[in-house]
């Protein structure tokens, strides 16, 4: 059975960093992502990395959010560094066992087959 599991949210000063984690399991994922929504908002993807370690940021975030792969392929983090008040969202993975290479990291997608329930970050002061 497919699962995906988000954990390390939490609250942050402005230009703190937090290090978000996911673990899928259930199968092999070959595409993981990261995406956000905050209140009154639609859901926004913000990262990918794909099964050769490629990865792909929305604009947003580029240069301050780092994806990365822990000692099992179905585990990612997202390092988040400079926070700001406009990161306050809830942070979701997801995970898809269809798209390899670049069929995940060519554009950023919003069609993952599997999702965590969310981890909530918060940047005020």
């Known amino acids: 059975q497919a699962q995906v599991v988000e954990s390390g949210g939490g609250s942050v000063q402005p230009g703190g960093s937090l290090r978000l984690s996911c673990e899928a399991s259930g199968a092999t994922y070959w595409c993981m992502g990261w995406f956000r929504q905050a209140p009154g908002k639609e859901r926004e993807a913000i990262a990918a990395?794909?099964?050769?370690?490629?990865?792909i940021y929305s604009d947003s975030v580029k240069g301050r959010f780092t994806m990365s792969q822990g000692t099992h392929s179905n585990i990612v983090y997202l390092q988040m560094n400079s926070l700001e008040p406009e990161d306050t969202a809830m942070y979701y993975c997801a995970a898809d066992p269809r798209w390899a290479w670049d069929r995940c990291t060519r554009t950023l997608r919003n069609d993952f087959k599997y999702w965590g329930q969310g981890t909530q970050v918060t940047v005020s002061s």
């Open positions: 990395m794909d099964d050769e370690d490629n990865t």
